[in-house]
């Protein structure tokens, strides 16, 4: 059965087949400002080497703490593979604060799924497994997650795990979830 976990190299070869799904869709380039945008810019050329992945690993886990270095328009984020047995399904992220641009656009919490285990229910799954998380780590009772207003997928998810709608800015759909059920 899936379950949240911390990025681990044991998922290796399902994660770099996983990140070739999201290239094969045209992720990755200069415009694509997501997590896995960044990442596979800056790692996806090594990680195939498992020194470089173990490095990217500890990287990824290593956001989590407020001491990290980072740009200054990041803000601490824990982010959580969802995984069964060593294959890499997605990832959902937490940003542990809201900075002015993450409350208009980006929101606490991003995720995604491989393209290759889509449409089997991981997202909402995942996003439900999280939210208990946003309350008892960080103290969060409720999460503003957002969507591109043409991504119906996602607006489902969100919706199916308590999403309140609150109004459409910057052609993101703006909604906050509560934390406990």
Known sequence: M??????DVRVHASFLRAMDGFVAEGRGG???LSM???????????????HVFAA?????????LEETPRPSTF???TTLWWV????????????????DSLLQEGGHIGYDVAPAHRRKGHATAMLRAMLPRCARDHGLERVLITCDTDNVASRK???????VFEDQ???????????TL
């Open 75 to 77: 803000v601490p984020t």
């Open 36 to 50: 896995i945008g960044r990442d596979l810019r800056e790692w996806g050329s090594r990680w195939q080497d498992p």
């Open 56 to 64: 990217y690993v500890d990287a990824v886990r290593a956001q989590r």
């Open 157 to 163: 998810v969100i919706e199916a795990c308590g999403g």
């Open 2 to 7: 899936p379950a949240l976990a911390d990025p």
């Open 30 to 32: 200069p415009a694509d």
């Open 84 to 99: 069964e047995g060593r294959e890499y399904l997605g990832r959902v992220q937490l940003r542990h604060r809201l900075t």
């Open 169 to 179: 800015r910057r052609g993101k759909l703006r909604y906050w979830v509560p934390t």
